[in-house]
C-alpha cells in the first residue's frame, strides 16, 4: 500500500499470500517500475525492511553520527 501526504491510497498491490515480505511484492509491483524507469517522480518512504534507492527513503541501520540519528528520527515522523 502506497499513500500520499495527504493518507490518500496512491497504489494497492493485492494477490499476494500472507508470508509473502513486502520488499518482494513491492519489487515486483508495476509502481515500482514506474520509479525505476522514471516514468513517476517523487520519494517513497520505507521501513528498515526495504533497500535503499533513489526513490526510496529507509532509516539507517546502525547510525553513527548526529546526523544519522536525526535523519532516522526524521523519517518516523
Known sequence: VIVNFTMEFINIVTG???????????????????????????????????????FLMTPLLNPQTRADFNYNSNLKR
Do not use: N, T
Open 16 to 54: 499476494w499470500p500472507g508470508s509473502a515480505h513486502d520488499s518482494r511484492m513491492f519489487k515486483s509491483s508495476m509502481i515500482y517500475g514506474q520509479f525505476e524507469e522514471g516514468e513517476v517522480s517523487g520519494i517513497l518512504l520505507g521501513d528498515s525492511g526495504y533497500a535503499c534507492h533513489h
